[in-house]
Each structure stands twice: as C-alpha cells, then as structure tokens.
C-alpha cells in the first residue's frame, strides 16, 4: 500500500486489522503489527484499541459515523458473530503483537533462544560509540606501530587520526554486506622508500659542494624573471636546505625540490636561449620523480587502511560485545537474520509463523536490505498474508536509514498494490499546489520506477478558490529593490533581508489569523521555519526576537557549543576555584546573576 503523507495510512492499518479480526477470524495476538519508533507504536496501539471500540460499538446498534465501520455492517460477518471476535479482541487486547522492528526481533531472539542461538541475559544497549571509538583507536595504534617513520609522518599530515576514521564509518546495518572499493589491499612500501632514500642521499651529497654554483645559475640571464625573480632565490635555496636538513622525513616540504628541476627550469627558458645545466638539478629531477612515486604509494596505502578498517570493525566490535555480553539494536536485526540463513533457521522461521498468521509492517519505506530480509524470510511466498505500508518518496532518504533500492525490490516481488489517493491532511488549495508542482516534471524524483501520483483533497476549505490565500508562494528577491548600483544582492545582505521578511510574515499571519477567528487559538508554536544551516536558524531565531515573537531552535549542533553552556562552564569554575576573582566576576556576569560590569567596580 503507497501513500503518501496524509493521506491516511494509519487509518489503512486498523482498518486491515479490524477485518482480519472479523473476516479471518484471528486474535488480536496472532496479527503482527510493526513500525520504526516507539511513539508510532503507542500511537497505532491507542488508534487499533478505539477502532475496535467503535466498531464493537457500532455492531451492537450504536451510532455510526465512520463509512468503514458502515460497510463492515453490510459485510459477510453476522452482528451477533461480529460482537463475539470483537469482545474477544478487546478483551485480549494487552497481548497484541504491536512492536518496533527492532522491539519484535528481540522477543523473538529471546523467547526462542535456543533456535536462534541466542545468549541469555544480554544486555541491550543503545549506543556503541563507545566500543566504536576503543576499536578504531586500537586500529590506528596497531597500524601506525608497524609503519615505517616516514610513512606515519605522511599519515599524521594526511588527517590519519582516530576523529576522521570513526566519521568514515558507515552507521547501523548500512554496513552489513558493504562492498568498498577500491578493492586493492594496502601496497609494500620498501620498494619505493629505498629508491626515495637513495635520490634523497644523492641530492645531500651533491648540495654541500653545489650550492653556491646551483644560486648563481638560478639567477643567469637565459632564464624568466618571472618565473625566477632575484627576489625568490634565496628564499628557495632556504626552504630546499630545510628539506634536506630534515633528514628526508617531512614529505610536505619536499615540494621545495621543483623549482631545482629541469623540467622546471626548461619552461622558464627565454626563447632561443640556452641554461647551462647542472649536475645538481639531474639528481632533483630524479628525486621529485622518486617523491612523486612514494606519495603515490602511500595514497594507496592509506585507501588500504581504511579499507581493511571498514571489512574489519563489525568483527572486532561483535568480539568487543561478545566480551562484555551486550548487544545494540542493530545487532538484534543481524542477528535475528543471521538465525534465519543458519541451519535450522526454517525451523526458527516456521515457529515465528506457527505464532502470527498475519503481518503489517507500517513506515516500510524507512527499511533496509536487513530488515527486508527478515520480513521476506518469515512471511515471503504467500505464505502468511504480509501487507508492506510506506511512500516511495521518503524512501528517498538514506540519512534517516532508508534504502530506495530495498523499496522497490520489495514492491516488485509484492502480489498487489494499492495507492491511496486522497490527502485529509491538508486544504485543497495546498493539495492542488503540490500536484502542480510536482506535475510538471516527468521524473520528480530522478527514478522511473517512483512516479508522481497526484492526489485528491479529503477535506473541504471554507473559503473559494478565489478569495483564498495562496498556500504554497515563492518570494523572489529582486536586487533592485534594495540596491541602487545594478548589482546582484551579497550573501551577507541576503541574510539580513531573508530573516527580516520571514520573521514579518509570521507577525502578519498571526495578527491576520487572530482578527479572522477572533481568538488566539492560532500561536507561534503552529509554525515552523526551515534552513540550511544551524547559523541560519540561530539568525532567524534572533529576528524573531526582535519582532517580539518566540521561538524555539531545533538544530543537530552540540549542546555543549549554545551560550547557556559557555555561561554555565562560567558559573562553574568560580563554584571549583572561589579564590580566584576573575572568575568570580565573570559568573557574575552571567544571565544567571545579571551583575553590571559597572556594579562590579
């Protein structure tokens, strides 16, 4: 079933529910409900609950408003038989299999321990960051221990650091079955560093006895003064004598061998003139050439690292938790897979389908390879009624877990689909908007196998389409209207107009809304403002303030980096060290106390 937002897929799903309990005759327990948070799944459980209420209600000669109960009325199931399964079901209801994925697949792994095999009295934890940081930390030590000293001073220089290897982790399953590439391994290095060695050597036994012939040939008449000023020479000749007094050692410095080159040396020829050439500048021709080699090979040994890091982590974090016997909630889907694929995992399956003779899995557009797995594995093939419900379109996002790839195998293996059609969401008028937006292009969203469907308003507006307010508007800022000399607008005067002109249309709108309906039921916390960045929201925080409104920031940046956390580091430090006056009055100039420079005086 595809649906887009709105357009009542939670309503779907008790609807489904409601007619395995009366036209399959299940129990409430032996229906599978699953979704993605927590919160989705006490919402579905309170909105099954009162669905079943109301059709019990409504079966029993009670009013009836919901056209879905009307046409259950005017179903094959008899009233009298109809009251029984409800009665039953609502009875029962606490044992209602309603779970995250996550929630479900741990039940599973401990009430069929065995089958799985499964440890007993795991703990559950919720993050493994941790762990994650012992074992790359672990990695780089080990790594670099067995590295030659030139290789770790251009992994050291490279960013080759605990920080940046933990960031390049994939995150959750995402890394389960992770083909990376490039796939060569990490490259021998003596080869190339010998052969560096041996330019480099030959260059420092040159140097002492060439330098003052290889100062003056830089300064001779045949070469450009552009490219060899007199003003540059001496600073050349310091930075390659730096190079070589660091022993060979700070590859990022060998960048002062070029201009020594002939191949450099030969582009800055005057034309028809003639460079009498030096031995020296062979032997650095010959050493950029062994550098360059080296550097090539130490890329690649880098890739190598960080590959080997990547294959390597999900099985030096399993052993981690194998050690400590905890477990975190991706590793209950691998798990429960890996049970699966293992021999006897029919048997685990079979049991799981002797439990549930039918399965709803809501949000499955949030799903991965993973989670798929688990949901072909155990109700795959016809076997128990499985009914997949979630929108292509936010499938689209991989930073919140999803994989469109994993939707639209799913959607193509499924028996039949649905789309619901009609938004009770949101006005007509916006519903016609986005239909027109989102018309005009014949791949919206860059896939063929995700089309655009329109879809119908569920609701009605009070207002015609004439006299309403247009509710979905593009502003464009013309430059000409605040700059006088022709030119377009700076990023900087942008990001003063942009925030002033929102935070005034919200004013405008709330004033309008509350001369409208005459009361304040329409408030500041009914709107939300979106950005890029978190720089930009603290701004449009800001205007907001100075238009006398309120609003609350919500961003992905560190609560540790705000100024309620800078003021209370303050306040703190005079708490540990009341002997210092300094910091006394720093607190005290906090928001927390509000003393005056001036007062402290």
Not at 349 to 363: G, H, P, Q, T, W
Request: aromatic residues 8%; glycine residues 8%.
């Amino acid at each position: 079933i595809e649906a887009s937002a709105g357009t009542g897929k939670t309503y779907a799903i008790t609807g489904l529910f409601i007619r395995l309990l009366l036209e399959r005759r299940l129990e409430a327990g032996r229906i599978l409900v699953m979704t993605f948070t927590e919160a989705a799944t006490a919402e579905l459980r309170d909105r099954i609950r009162s669905k079943i209420r109301e059709a019990l209600t409504a079966f029993s000669g009670g009013p009836v408003e919901d056209d879905f109960i009307r046409d259950l009325l005017d179903g094959p199931v008899e009233p009298r038989e109809a009251r029984s399964l409800l009665l039953r079901a609502l009875r029962s209801f606490d044992q209602a299999a309603i779970f995250t994925i996550h929630g479900f697949c741990r039940r599973v792994l401990r009430d069929r321990a065995f089958e799985s095999g499964s440890l007993f009295d795991t703990e559950l934890v919720t993050e493994e960051d941790e762990l994650m940081r012992e074992i790359v930390e672990d990695f780089w030590r080990a790594t670099l221990a067995e590295a030659s000293p030139l290789l770790v001073g251009f992994a050291l220089g490279n960013g080759f650091f605990p920080g940046p290897l933990l960031s390049l982790l994939p995150g959750g399953t995402t890394r389960w079955n992770l083909e990376v590439l490039p796939r060569e391994e990490v490259p021998d290095t003596a080869e190339a560093e010998k052969a560096y060695r041996k330019a480099f050597q030959d260059v420092i036994r040159s140097w002492g006895e060439s330098r003052e012939a290889v100062q003056e040939l830089l300064g001779h008449d045949s070469l450009n003064k552009r490219s060899y000023p007199p003003s540059k020479i001496l600073p050349r000749m310091k930075a390659l004598a730096f190079f070589l007094d660091t022993g060979g050692n700070d590859l990022k410095a060998a960048t002062a061998v070029e201009p020594f080159t002939t191949e450099r040396i030969d582009a800055a020829l005057k034309k028809g003139s003639a460079f009498p050439g030096h031995p020296f500048f062979t032997l650095c021709d010959r050493l950029q050439e062994k550098t360059d080699d080296l550097l090539a090979v130490y890329e690649g040994v880098l890739l190598g690292w960080k590959r080997r890091l990547i294959l390597t982590v999900d099985d030096r974090l399993m052993e981690r938790k194998k050690e400590r016997n905890v477990q975190s909630f991706d590793d209950l889907l691998t798990r429960f897979l890996a049970a699966l694929s293992a021999p006897g995992g029919e048997s685990l399956a079979r049991s799981v389908r002797e439990r549930f003779e039918a399965a709803l899995i809501d949000e499955f557009q949030d799903t991965d390879p993973v989670q798929y797995g688990i949901f072909r594995t155990l109700f795959g093939g016809g076997r128990t009624p499985l009914f997949l419900i979630g929108d292509p379109k936010q499938a689209i996002y991989g930073f919140r877990g999803a994989d469109i790839f994993t939707y639209l195998d799913a959607s193509s293996e499924v028996d039949r689909r649905y789309t619901l059609d009609r938004n009770w969401r949101s006005t007509p008028l916006l519903v016609k908007a986005v239909n027109t937006l989102f018309s005009k292009s014949p791949r919206p969203f860059v896939l063929d196998d995700i089309p655009f469907h329109p879809v119908r308003a569920g609701r009605t507006d009070k207002k015609e389409d004439g006299e309403a307010e247009g509710p979905l508007r593009v502003w464009f800022l013309p430059a000409s209207e605040y700059r006088s000399d022709g030119k377009p607008l700076t990023k900087g005067e942008a990001r003063q107009i942009i925030p002033r002109g929102v935070a005034l249309e919200i004013r405008r709108l709330l004033r309008d809304r509350k001369e409208q309906d005459g009361k304040t039921g329409f408030r500041e916390g009914d709107m939300a403002v979106l950005v890029r960045t978190n720089r930009e929201a603290r701004i449009v925080q800001e205007e907001l303030k100075r238009q006398g409104l309120r609003g609350v920031l919500y961003n992905t940046g560190s609560i540790f980096e705000t100024r309620e956390a800078l003021e209370m580091e303050r306040v703190l430090r005079a708490v540990a060290d009341p002997e210092r006056e300094e910091a006394i009055r720093v607190a005290l100039t906090t928001d927390l106390f509000g003393v005056s420079a001036s007062s402290l005086w």
